[in-house]
Each structure stands twice: as C-alpha cells, then as structure tokens.
C-alpha cells in the first residue's frame, strides 16, 4: 500500500512569513495526526483528527498555528506568521491499530 | 501529561556488540511501540507491546514490556551498522490513539 505522502520535503522561511504543509494519509485511514520533531527530541503531537473532525488540539499554538482536514482525507498544517522557534521537522502519521505510518516529514527552518 | 524517559540518550558500540535500550515512564500505558528514525525520515515501526510482561522478538532485536506496563527495553544482538537510527518508544492509552513519544536514543554501530 502507498504510504503518507507529504510535500514539500523542506521549506526556509524567514520569521513573520507563513507557510503550509500538506499531508495525503494511508488510503482509508480514518486518524491523521501532525506532529512537530525538534532536532534532538522526539516528536510532539500539534493536532489529532478522527476523519475531518478535531479529536485534540490542546497542544497546538492556535494563535499562529492552525490546520484542517474538510473532506476527511488530506490534511493542511498552517503557520501564521512563523517564528525561529518553529524550525524542526512536521511529521505527518496516519494510523491503524498496530500503530502509526508517518511520511517523511517536512523539514522548516525560519531563519 | 505522561513522560517517557528513555536512556542513555546515546550510544556508540562495535559492530557485532550486544545493546540494550530503555523506556521508562510512572504512567500505565495500554500499548507500547517502538520506532526507528533515519535522517531525513520519518519513524519506522519496529514492534507494538500490549500485554504486561509481553516479550517480543524481531530477529536480532527483543523487546520487553515491564509487568507492570510502565517500561520496556530494547535488546540489539550483535549489532549492525544498518542498526544505526534513532530508537523511539511511545506509549498510548487508547487502541489507535494519541501516542506520547520519548526522545529517543541515538544508537550509532561503528564497523
């Protein structure tokens, strides 16, 4: 089976500028998760969906941050405007009950 | 909010060596992964744990969870340089629920 697709593999920002992610999940995964990953740490849950609808978001910096998932399927991750502190790698996972299939991350630096 | 501490954070060995790596947490999880992150990529599920003192072997790799299902350990046989990565566990509470991850250890196997 395909596995999560994510684009663009990395972006450079300058701070203040917004930017986008996209994620296409495991055909028929109904959880999508974005995550944040700072060099030398693990990954950090930003948002949760149970098909187009937020299961947790209590992590996410909802001032700058902010993400959908309309149809149930493909899922957006926004920030507006960026920080330096935002500079790590936004991982995108889908699950099933054995456990998560990320893609292969955008990698952001806002310099 | 529940922590997963994971030791040593690094570890460099000889090719052909033994290793163990560890998880640890004062929380109960219902399930326990394993994952292995190379540069540039996204974690790779090694192993789902569900059981209390449940032992699971992937050919030079074994994975424990405690009996008390708060830790579990990582044990590399003879171990490659292909072995080298990231090693993350996570623990949920929910089947296909949010998993918390630790920070991983940085495991490195010099030829």
């Known amino acids: 089976e395909a596995g999560v697709a994510q684009s663009p593999r990395y972006k450079i920002i300058e701070k203040r500028q917004s930017v986008a992610f996209w994620c296409n999940p495991i055909s028929g995964h109904a959880t999508l998760y974005w995550y944040q990953q700072i060099l030398g740490q693990g990954p950090k849950l930003l948002i949760q969906?149970?098909?187009?609808?937020?299961?947790?978001d209590s992590q996410l910096p909802k001032d700058r941050f902010s993400a959908e998932r309309l149809k149930g399927v493909d899922s957006t991750l926004k920030i507006q405007p960026a920080k330096l502190e935002d500079s790590a790698v936004y991982l995108c996972?889908?699950?099933?009950?054995?456990?998560?299939?990320f893609g292969s991350g955008t990698r952001l630096t806002v310099v | 909010t529940q922590l997963l501490e994971q030791s040593p954070q690094f570890l460099s060995i000889q090719e052909g060596e033994n290793l163990t790596v560890y998880c640890n947490s004062s929380s109960v999880f219902s399930s326990l992964q394993w994952y292995r992150q190379e540069p540039g990529e996204g974690p790779v599920l090694l192993v789902t744990?569900?059981?209390?003192?449940e032992v699971k072997k992937l050919k030079r790799l074994t994975f424990q969870f405690g009996d008390a299902r708060k830790d579990s350990s990582l044990h590399i046989t003879a171990a490659q340089p292909g072995d080298t990565g990231l090693y993350l566990c996570a623990g949920a509470n929910t089947n296909a629920g949010k998993s918390t991850f630790g920070d991983g250890t940085t495991l490195t196997v010099k030829p």
């Open positions: 744990v569900v059981t209390g003192g």
């Open positions: 969906f149970q098909n187009n609808g937020v299961v947790d």
């Open positions: 996972a889908s699950s099933s009950l054995d456990g998560y299939t």
